[in-house]
């Protein structure tokens, strides 16, 4: 092969595997099937887990039912990528203002999806965000106000395909 044939001959295959690129490819896939892996997956948290978590913030104070809207579709597709909007009827003056959301979920590894702080100067007791469900599940919305009272919202979450499924090698 002259000089001139093999520089066109390297143009040519540049940035193609070679065939002992193919054959250190396929034994390392044959190896990594030939070997079991061990695959696990996060437990997720039970409803017990979540009432846990709920109590932890809510101390002895009654939960009541009422003023929190949690926007959340009834039906999701993909787990991944879920809307949540929450909103709470407050009128947010210095005197009566809400002064947290929380959202809460049963299933998912972790209880506690969110929790934000708003003040009176907020003007308007809302958040949106998009949250991670693991599997179908009921989602709790919680506003604590500024006179000590909680305030909830549930929905339950049909999900098709979940997410928080990470997989440890």
Same mark, same amino acid.
């Given at each position: 092969?002259?000089?001139?044939?093999?520089?066109?001959? $390297? $143009?040519? &295959?540049?940035?193609?595997? &070679?065939?002992?690129d193919v054959?250190?490819?396929?034994?390392?896939?044959?190896? @990594?099937?030939?070997?079991?892996m061990? /695959? &696990?997956?996060?437990?997720?948290?039970? +409803?017990?887990?979540?009432?846990?978590a709920?109590?932890?913030?809510?101390?002895?104070a009654?939960?009541?039912?009422?003023?929190?809207?949690?926007?959340?579709? +009834? %039906? /999701?597709?993909? #787990?991944?990528?879920?809307?949540?909007?929450?909103?709470?009827?407050? +009128?947010?003056t210095a005197?009566?203002?809400?002064?947290?959301?929380?959202?809460?979920?049963?299933?998912?590894?972790? +209880?506690?999806?969110?929790?934000?702080? %708003?003040?009176?100067?907020? #003007?308007?007791?809302?958040?949106?965000?998009?949250?991670?469900?693991?599997?179908?599940?009921? /989602?709790?919305?919680?506003?604590?106000?500024?006179?000590?009272s909680?305030w909830?919202? @549930?929905? *339950?979450? %049909?999900?098709?395909?979940?997410?928080?499924? *990470?997989?440890l090698?």
């Amino acid at each position: 092969m002259s000089r001139h044939e093999a520089t066109r001959h $390297r $143009r040519r &295959t540049e940035g193609r595997p &070679t065939r002992r690129d193919v054959l250190k490819m396929a034994t390392a896939l044959t190896a @990594g099937t030939a070997v079991p892996m061990i /695959v &696990t997956r996060p437990v997720g948290a039970a +409803p017990a887990d979540m009432q846990a978590a709920i109590a932890k913030l809510i101390g002895d104070a009654k939960l009541n039912a009422g003023r929190v809207k949690l926007d959340i579709p +009834p %039906l /999701v597709e993909n #787990g991944n990528t879920v809307p949540c909007t929450v909103t709470v009827e407050s +009128p947010m003056t210095a005197q009566d203002y809400v002064k947290a959301i929380h959202v809460f979920n049963e299933k998912n590894p972790q +209880p506690n999806v969110i929790g934000c702080r %708003l003040g009176p100067r907020a #003007g308007r007791a809302a958040i949106s965000t998009r949250i991670r469900l693991n599997d179908t599940q009921t /989602v709790v919305a919680i506003a604590e106000m500024s006179d000590g009272s909680f305030w909830s919202h @549930g929905v *339950e979450v %049909l999900i098709t395909l979940g997410a928080c499924l *990470e997989d440890l090698i």
